[in-house]
């Protein structure tokens, strides 16, 4: 038992030739790219969600194809196809003006990837944040005379955080998940190095596991950091249970 335990323990060992230290890389990785994505998904969906409420009828057309199609298309197909479709149209582009081709660097793109997915995903949220806001308080805001982004600042965002909180906490969630898809294009995060480790030693079930308990850790390390800005955006509101 002692010498199971042992052998365990120097499969996990984070020096070689233990795989400890490639499993923490990949867990910084999948943060890395989990964190940049949602950065880049949240801009995406806040030009999305207010480009849908600002009243430009051609606009929205165009963002109800984005959120609907994005949506309705498994992420690993988009993935795939928004990386391979995506590297060979810019390098095409870039011929076109006898430009040398690029190689698309790996963790670039899959945050571009993967932040675009996002990106239709908080469009709606945040839309429908935007939408429970009373209407008297952009009203208000009108008649006080504030101008569209200072309006924005003032009452827009402090309103629609404490509603697209919630929403905006689970796609964190979905997205930590999602970045093992973009193992499918070579970049090494959590997931692949699993794979590489199991694959190496044959001990699939420890160093799947090991990665499953790391999964966990970076969930439960998000709930506490979701629930501390909820607290300071809902401060000075009744709580709810």
């Known amino acids: 038992m002692a010498t199971a335990q ?4 120097e499969l996990l060992s984070p020096y070689p030739p233990g795989w400890g230290g490639v499993l923490l890389a990949g867990a910084v990785s999948t943060v890395a790219i989990s964190a940049c994505a949602f950065a880049v998904g949240l801009l995406l969906g806040t030009g999305g969600a207010l480009g849908k409420l600002s009243g430009n009828r051609l606009l929205r057309l165009l963002l109800d194809f984005y959120t609907t199609v994005i ?7 988009l993935i795939v196809g928004l990386y391979y479709a995506g590297t060979d149209g810019l390098n095409r582009l870039l011929a076109a003006f006898d430009l040398p081709p690029v190689n698309v660097n790996g ?3 899959a945050v571009a990837v993967l932040g675009f997915v996002q990106g239709a995903y908080m469009t709606e949220v945040l839309r429908g944040a935007i939408l429970a806001i009373p209407v008297g308080q952009i009203e208000a805001a009108k008649a006080f005379g504030m101008g569209p982004m200072l309006r924005f600042r003032r009452v827009l965002l402090p309103a629609l955080l ?21 193992a499918v294009v070579g970049y090494q995060e959590l997931a692949l190095a699993t794979r590489l480790a199991g694959a190496s030693t044959k001990h699939y079930f420890v160093f799947f596991l090991a ?13 506490v950091v979701f629930k501390l800005i909820e607290g300071r955006v809902r401060r000075g509101q009744p709580r709810l249970a």
């Open 6 to 9: 042992q052998g365990i323990l």
């Open 71 to 77: 949506r309705a298309v498994p992420e690993l197909i």
């Open 107 to 109: 963790f670039v793109a």
């Open 162 to 182: 404490p509603n697209a909180l919630p929403g905006l906490a689970n796609l964190w969630m979905s997205i930590t998940k999602d970045s093992a898809l973009v």
């Open 211 to 223: 990665s499953a308990l790391l999964y966990l850790a970076i969930t439960l390390v998000s709930n």
